[in-house]
């Protein structure tokens, strides 16, 4: 033990001077050898008897306190336009509320027309239009026409209350007398003139939809009278209502009328009541509108009755471009002495009135369009017409016309096209060609053609100057007299060249001129009457 203990005292002492030694980098380090038995020790390990429990942090909310510092910031009201508005006000253009058109042309032809009108108003519009236009052709063909005519109209939330009065004079001479007759007729004899008188009221709504309904009632009342003691009235009330019912749409266009008209042979006083309902059923390709025209006629015999039905139907082939049409009609029309002469002014002033009724009208066709500028339409009716009026020249040496009434059908193709390019150029042709099968083998559809063609056609240079051309023909057309022994007479086919050409110098200032009938050719549009050949007028357009 002794031994050891030295060992251990001596190995003690050599670690402490290497601990020492150890701080110098430059010791160097002996290897010492120790042989001894090892004793490994293990001390008890203590265990916790308390059994470990599970608990919750305490973490507690922390008070916080705050309050607003009551202080009011002075602001200042400021306005600031912005930048697209300082560049100038989108206002309205400054209307005229008057435009004016005065010229003269050959065969002595003074033109003025005048029309006033009220500026913008979101409450009323009203106007006055003053016209005037006469000449005097070779043959002493002498005609006058004037019209006033006054309108107004008051916008209210509901609805327009609107209203209109026209005084129109029409005077003209019957130039186109027998010239074979041993002596001539009187200068006055030959002189007509046609006074009429027309005024109308009425009440349109505006709102209309799913359980609301849109109406429309209008009072209209003309008298015409002529030179030699002939005399018309005519009264009519018409009615409409109009809605929805779920997405389709019912019209319902009630009317009735009233017209009397006496000559030196008689008096006739005739009473119509239409009822015509229209219901057309919201659809995609095929949009359809059926309904009946009815209609009761009542004058000195027993009341007739009318009623036909109406179908409408289109078929959208390719949307927006191309569609199949097709329908049948029918229907009661009224003729009257104001009728007549806007188609054709030389009448006799003692002629039968009667009723046209087109028994039957069916058509098929297509319309649609190759772009955005071309439109197209064509057509072929067919129509089945009881006392279907034309004209024949009466017995007198004045050559004046009466209405002959005679049974037909009619088969009629119809040709329409329309091209329009921006606002520069403008083009519209509408042909028909018909065929007349008259039941009277005597009678032929007189002074009617066979094939009619018009075109019209406008273009605009930088809205400074305005062309325009129309031209108009016509085939033969079979003609003859009343009680007349010679053989039916054919006019002969025309063309019509027209020419207008319109300078605007300003907004408000313009110069034009208007060339008709450029062939010169004096074609006969009724039996025994040739027209004007050519002839012009020109003046000057402004507003103050």
């Not at 016509?474 to 006019?491: G, H, V």
Request: net charge positive; charged share 20%; proline share 4%.
């Amino acid at each position: 033990m002794r031994v050891t203990g030295r060992y251990i005292a001596t190995f003690g002492l050599v670690l402490l001077g290497v601990a020492v030694k150890a701080q110098d980098t430059t010791l160097s380090i002996r290897d010492v050898t120790v042989i001894s038995d090892y004793v490994p020790y293990l001390a008890d390990a203590v265990k916790e008897k308390t059994a470990p429990v599970a608990e919750a942090p305490d973490a507690p909310l922390p008070k916080l306190s705050y309050s607003i510092i009551p202080i009011q910031f002075r602001t200042v009201s400021r306005l600031d336009i912005p930048k697209a508005l300082e560049m100038g006000k989108n206002t309205p253009p400054n209307l005229r509320n008057n435009h004016i058109r005065l010229g003269f042309g050959n065969y002595a032809s003074p033109l003025a027309e005048i029309y006033l009108h009220n500026k913008r108003s979101e409450y009323s519009a009203y106007g006055l239009t003053i016209k005037h236009l006469s000449a005097n052709g070779p043959d002493k063909a002498i005609f006058s026409d004037n019209n006033v005519s006054l309108f107004g109209k008051r916008f209210f939330k509901t609805g327009t209350l609107f209203g209109d009065f026209d005084y129109v004079r029409n005077g003209l001479r019957f130039y186109g007398f027998d010239r074979t007759f041993p002596y001539t007729p009187g200068d006055d004899s030959l002189k007509q003139v046609y006074n009429t008188f027309a005024a109308s009221t009425g009440w349109e709504s505006k709102e209309w939809g799913k359980r609301k309904m849109q109406f429309k009632g209008a009072v209209a009342f003309h008298n015409l009278t002529d030179k030699w003691g002939a005399q018309e009235n005519d009264a009519t009330v018409t009615t409409s209502f109009k809605t929805l019912i779920k997405e389709d749409v019912l019209k319902v266009n009630l009317a009735y009328s009233y017209s009397s008209y006496s000559d030196s042979l008689g008096s006739l006083n005739r009473n119509f009541v239409h009822l015509n309902p229209r219901y057309t059923p919201n659809g995609d390709k095929l949009k359809l509108t059926l309904g009946v025209n009815s209609s009761v006629y009542v004058d000195t015999a027993k009341p007739k009755f009318y009623l036909f039905p109406v179908v409408d139907a289109e078929y959208e082939i390719e949307k927006g471009f191309f569609s199949a049409i097709a329908g049948v009609n029918g229907g009661l029309q009224k003729n009257t002495l104001r009728s007549f002469i806007t188609e054709n002014a030389f009448l006799s002033n003692r002629i039968a009135m009667g009723n046209t009724v087109n028994r039957f009208e069916g058509y098929l066709g297509i319309k649609g369009k190759a772009n955005a500028s071309f439109g197209f339409i064509g057509r072929v009716f067919y129509n089945q017409f009881n006392d279907m009026a034309v004209f024949i020249a009466d017995s007198t040496v004045l050559r004046r016309f009466k209405p002959l009434y005679i049974d037909a059908h009619v088969i009629r193709f119809n040709a329409e096209l329309a091209y329009q390019y921006s606002e520069k150029v403008r083009l519209n042709l509408t042909a028909n060609v018909y065929n007349y099968k008259v039941q009277d083998s005597k009678q032929k559809a007189w002074q009617l053609p066979t094939a009619e063609v018009k075109l019209n056609t406008t273009y605009n240079i930088g809205n400074k100057l305005l062309f325009s051309a129309d031209v108009f023909l016509m085939n033969q057309r079979p003609a003859t007299s009343e009680y007349t022994t010679l053989p039916a007479t054919n006019l002969k086919a025309f063309a019509d060249f027209n020419f207008g050409m319109e300078y605007r110098y300003r907004k408000t200032l313009s110069l034009f001129v208007r060339l008709n009938n450029i062939s010169s050719v004096r074609y006969q549009r009724w039996y025994n009457y040739p027209t004007y050949s050519l002839n012009g007028i020109g003046g000057i357009t402004f507003s103050l």
